[in-house]
Nanobody, 126 residues
């Protein structure tokens, strides 16, 4: 049982930055792989970034490589997504996700993830 709560979304101009946080709680919250997905209006939910339990394995969608950085603090049971050089195409609801077995990557469909947060809106204006 894992509960995830996202925060940090907002409105930013193109080229700006935001830092998203995902706080995890529950009995197994410290032993799950975690990641971020996003869903733009009218689009399917898509993978953004993933990180292993220890932080030793990190994966990014091609669209965000070089701009976004995922990290985790296992003492705080929190995963972060630092988003730099934001583009209007990054506008979406960003969801934190976790799973006991799956480390999300470019080919991971959302149905494979066992736990989800409520999402936080990121809007990038041109």
């Amino acid at each position: 049982q894992v509960q995830l709560v996202e925060s940090g979304g907002g409105l930013v101009q193109a080229g700006g930055s935001l830092r998203l946080s995902c706080a995890a709680s529950g009995r197994t919250s410290s032993s799950v792989a975690m990641g971020w997905f996003r869903q733009a209006p009218g689009k399917e939910r898509e993978f953004v970034a993933g990180i292993s339990r220890s932080g030793g394995i990190i994966r990014y969608a091609d669209s965000v490589k070089g701009r976004f950085t995922i990290s985790r603090d296992n003492v705080k049971n929190t995963v972060y997504l630092q988003m730099n050089m934001l583009e209007p195409e990054d506008t979406a609801v960003y969801y934190c996700a976790a799973d006991n077995k799956i480390l999300p990557g470019a080919n991971t469909t959302p149905d494979r993830m066992g736990y989800w947060g409520q999402g936080t809106q990121v809007t990038v204006s041109s």
